[in-house]
T-cell receptor
Framework: NAGVTQTPKFQVLKTGQSMTLQCAQD?????MYWYRQDPGMGLRLIYY???????DKGEVPNGYNVSRLNKREFSLRLESAAPSQTSVYFC???????????????FGQGTRLTVV | TQLLEQSPQFLSIQEGENLTVYCNSS?????LQWYRQEPGEGPVLLVT???GGEVKKLKRLTFQFGDARKDSSLHITAAQPGDTGLYLC????????????WGAGTKLIIKP
């Protein structure tokens, strides 16, 4: 029962480096999300994809880009990493967009990213 | 900025005690969810409440949605070490494109 799989689990980057966080779900969900979690701030939405072929900005999109590669996969790219992007990143998926109705979001295990 | 405030931020109690954590906002929510997150893992949904005044029970956990749908509480009876974790509430703002608004969480430690 894989659910939502994120890679890598840990990453250390130098300021200015780029990287892509990978996410895949095997639940045939339409909607996928990228969040960051920082101490004392809760989860903040970076980007989401309501359905295959669409992506939209969330609360904190600056410095990030996303690609919904197909229904299963949704990647997050940091083009030029900054120390302010040090965080734990979570990918999530849900059957339907959560603004349409109360729906359960399934989360991956997270990627702990440190930018030095 | 829509805020969802959780209290307390941290709670450490002995096994067998009861506790209540709160989730409050000035905004009205279409629904509110409670998640539990364990170290190194992503949040896992515990319950969704939709109707003002709604009460849901999950074994020793009782969830209540405020009558005005602006707040919620989670009450745990006879807490056990397995209840240890970070409890997060998330509210769905009507007509919002930002999906869920998340609280910062209550870190709960139950000591044997």
């Amino acid at each position: 029962n894989a659910g939502v799989t994120q890679t890598p689990k840990f990453q250390v980057l130098k300021t200015g480096q780029s990287m892509t966080l990978q996410c895949a779900q095997d639940m045939n969900h339409n909607s996928m999300y990228w969040y960051r979690q920082d101490p004392g701030m809760g989860l903040r939405l970076i980007y989401y994809s309501a359905s295959e072929g669409t992506t939209d900005k969330g609360e904190v999109p600056n410095g990030y880009n996303v690609s919904r590669l197909n229904k299963r996969e949704f990647s997050l790219r940091l083009e030029s990493a900054a120390p302010s992007q040090t965080s734990v990143y979570f990918c999530a998926s849900s059957a339907t967009p959560s603004w349409a109705r109360a729906t359960e979001a399934f989360f991956g295990q997270g990627t702990r990213l440190t930018v030095v | 900025t829509q805020l969802l405030e959780q209290s307390p931020q941290f709670l450490s109690i002995q096994e067998g005690e009861n506790l209540t954590v709160y989730c409050n906002s000035s905004s009205v929510f279409s629904s509110l969810q409670w998640y539990r997150q364990e170290p190194g893992e992503g949040p896992v949904l515990l319950v969704t409440v939709v109707t003002g005044g709604e009460v849901k029970k999950l074994k020793r956990l009782t969830f209540q949605f405020g009558d005005a749908r602006k707040d919620s509480s989670l009450h745990i009876t006879a807490a056990q070490p397995g209840d240890t974790g970070l409890y997060l509430c998330a509210g769905l703002i009507p007509d919002s494109n930002y999906q869920l608004i998340w609280g910062a969480g209550t870190k709960l430690i139950i000591k044997p």
